[in-house]
């Protein structure tokens, strides 16, 4: 297995990168490529006495968190781009690797990937997804941004590559699939909810039916399906109502001796929901519905975190991903063609 | 002052509304209306000594959580309907009160005020409304499900009447009103948001732009405007988040002797906390767009919360919010004519 690792990717950039490589290396003994600024990478991982699997291939350039519109599209399209995910892909393109991760621009990672490796075939959409922790594990959520706007069928389509991806690399037998509407109750939704519910329920997927967020953070459903626009939503609202809470129990414990002390020996009670909210333990999630494995993970990875995601790359290697999601596909417009 | 309170709304009805009505005349001494079943609500009120003031009005009938569709829409169109909603909100309509009321079924108020009150001149959409706790006090959240669909113009006057709101009746100056969105830049958004952006901006309003949870949580906006299906998604994900880390973070405490005896130590910081996420505190949020006030609460709404919904409903009467949301929606009009 040959793991491609964007080494220009997270805001710490290319110290996350080298050391969760090197980690990783030890583990599982792959193929490492680490794609990137040679000038800026090579001291660190000869610092760290390279193992000798991780490669370095050069790329002149990156795409920054800057780079949006027509500047990231030609950084992304243009046939002899030098940066590091176009660099990177390109090698996830021409087979010379299984898996492509970055920690970098989500939007640029979408891009490069939507030109070099190509949708596809049968997918309308890619879909962007995030690993939501919940009581139980963990729910697939997508479309969370790269499509504001759907079709119905589009959302059918998120539904077969959330199961696939579930099933195959997650290891869920029969994934559950929730459709996010604002009720439980067959018949609530928005249009496009409403009209996406009879093709979900129609298809060979094991469709929960509407859920709303109690069924997605209670764990009731395996993958939740949304448009772009709802899912992205959701998600930073989340993010900031955990970081909220977070804030005000920390502040309130440091507010008088007592409740310092009683912070001390609660401490190992902390863990549950330090661990349950560092994205760190999840370190990525996929891009789905391209011809290749690409996986994004957060601008704050650090080391642990790029760990966290070459796991979750290997399990989508080792379980085919790219082709099970293929057939699911394909049998999806065979039977409504 | 006259307030018309639904006897029947809660989950342990008529108890908590008796109870929150009596606690409000010992505080405010205006005039309180019981509507319900008196043969259920009679008993409890003599029972607590009717301190006098409150008046109660036999409703044979009550709107249920069960009630919808076409059943629901008899009950609260009827012209003799004899639902505690629609005696009650009559009693509005007939000016022989100043507001309505209920910890129901949020549905069934909704479809009773649209058919009794009728929706203000002006107005395209009534909107069901959220107090959001936040890092400094509230946002007031708009619409969070009366309309799942929504055209610009309706998110426009959701600002407007959010705006109006948060002004008289919770007295913040020149609120900032925020565009829940897929990202904070100007240019992002769905159809819808980006659309509803430059309306928002060309108006009267104190326009922030563009928000995501972040702003929203962190106290950035006082009105926070989007359509009903993703704000009844983002409303039910954050309750659903809260529930969840809160039950984590309950369970963990309780699985040792030093975890629980740092929990006892530590329960001053807890109450911060339970006082953000207690509903009972800000007791009922408004519907708006509406010829009447009416304020809906939590099914689980207890004494302390009917009581806060009484306080809330003061304000706006106190205000003349309808007056002034009234002329807000005639100058956006006359704006854009």
């Known amino acids: 297995m040959r793991i491609v690792l964007d080494a220009m990717g997270s805001d710490a950039c290319p110290h996350p990168e080298v050391d969760g490589a090197i980690q990783a290396i030890e583990i599982f003994g792959d193929e490492i490529i680490l794609v990137g600024d040679s000038t800026q990478v090579r001291p660190l991982l000869e610092a760290r006495g390279n193992p000798g699997k991780i490669k370095l291939i050069h790329a002149e350039e990156t795409i920054t968190m800057e780079d949006k519109g027509l500047k990231l599209a030609l950084k992304a399209k243009r046939k002899n781009s030098q940066t590091s995910m176009a660099v990177g892909m390109d090698l996830v393109k021409n087979g010379e690797a299984d898996a492509f991760i970055t920690a970098g ?50 959302l059918l389509q998120f539904g ?23 009720g439980e109750e067959a018949g609530k939704g928005n249009e496009l909810a409403r009209a996406a519910f009879p093709l979900l329920q129609a298809s060979t997927l094991n469709f929960f039916g509407n859920i709303e967020g109690k069924e997605l953070f209670g764990g009731d459903v395996d993958v939740a399906v949304t448009d772009g626009f709802t899912g992205n939503v959701l998600i930073k609202a989340s993010e900031a109502v955990a970081k909220l809470l977070v804030d005000v129990l920390r502040e309130s414990m440091l507010s008088s001796t007592r409740t310092k002390i009683g912070a001390l020996l609660a401490k190992p009670a902390f863990t549950a ?65």
């Open 105 to 154: 621009n989500t939007g640029g990672a979408l891009t490069t990937a939507y030109f070099r490796l190509g949708v596809m075939d049968g997918v309308e959409r890619p879909g962007l997804t995030a690993m939501v922790p919940t009581k139980d594990g963990f729910c697939v959520v997508l479309d969370i941004g790269a499509n504001p706007d759907c079709k119905p069928e589009h």
């Open 160 to 182: 077969i590559m959330g199961s696939v991806y579930a099933e195959k690399a997650l290891g869920v037998a029969r994934p559950k699939v929730g459709l996010l509407s604002n």
């Open 273 to 337: 929901l330090k661990g349950m909210l560092d994205p760190d333990e999840i370190g990525a999630a996929p891009l789905l519905g391209l011809n290749g494995l690409v996986f994004v993970g957060h601008g704050r990875s650090n080391a642990k975190a790029i760990f966290s995601a070459i796991k979750a790359a290997r399990s989508a290697v080792d379980a085919q991903l790219i082709e099970a999601m293929g057939s699911a596909i394909q049998e999806q417009l065979q039977q409504t063609s």
